[in-house]
């Protein structure tokens, strides 16, 4: 069975730093992409990053480029996402996604939430 | 950038009635990126449909997609209660803003 475990959100102030983590289980990790896509509050999804099998090639959503790290432990079928300098626009449950190709995402983690406020 | 409208905002049907979602695209899209989402409250959205028409795994038939260029249609045949959810189109790393499906 597929499973997706996000772990690390919660509270952070403006201008912090949080770093989520996504476990993979039940598919060989290395053979897929892996997406990171958030959802504020009320609101519809945000595709946010995604990264290549071997981490070789990163893409990012423009509202986090250069803010934002993903990264990804074949040996630890892990996937991260480094966040700094949090906004309050960051604030969303952020999900991690396997992507079955052509970003299609088949499968997805529970999500995580993720407050920025003072 | 490509924008993706989908529409109506809310559609309001009885099961066992038909529902018809559409999704308009800014420009003319690769259609192999081309996916429909559902989600209910509280969970996280499910791959319905991916490359406009294929079903993913598990999907019933009553689901079915169309589409090319810059108009793609969701089709959900005889609602069944577990189908009234909010609905996404997705092109490559673009979402629409939803359709809300909900029981009349």
């Known amino acids: 069975e597929v499973q997706l475990v996000e772990s690390g959100g919660g509270l952070v102030q403006p201008g912090g730093s949080l770093r989520l983590s996504c476990v993979a289980s039940g598919f060989p990790f290395s053979g897929f992409w892996m997406n990171w896509v958030r959802q504020a509050p009320g609101k519809g999804l945000e595709w946010v990053a995604n990264?290549?099998?071997?981490?070789?090639?990163?893409n990012y959503g423009e509202s986090v480029k250069g803010r934002f790290t993903v990264s990804r432990d074949n040996a630890k079928k892990s996937v991260y996402l480094q966040m700094r300098s949090l906004r309050a626009e960051d604030t969303a449950l952020y999900y991690c996604?396997?992507?079955?190709?052509?970003?299609?995402?088949?499968?997805w983690g529970q999500g995580n939430l993720v407050t920025v406020s003072s | 950038e490509i924008v993706l409208t989908q529409s109506p905002g809310t559609l309001s049907l009885s099961p066992g009635e038909s529902a018809t979602l559409s999704c308009r695209a800014s420009q003319t899209v690769d259609t192999r990126y081309f996916a429909w989402y559902q989600q209910k409250p509280g969970q996280a959205p499910r791959l319905l449909i991916y490359d406009v028409s294929s079903r993913a795994s598990g999907i019933p038939d009553r689901f079915s997609g169309s589409g090319s260029g810059t108009d793609f249609t969701l089709t959900i045949n005889r609602l069944e209660p577990e189908d009234f959810a909010v609905y996404y189109c997705q092109q490559s790393v673009t979402f629409g803003q939803g359709t809300t499906v909900e029981i009349k």
């Open positions: 996604a396997r992507n079955r190709g052509f970003e299609a995402l088949d499968y």
């Open positions: 990264i290549k099998e071997d981490g070789s090639v990163k």
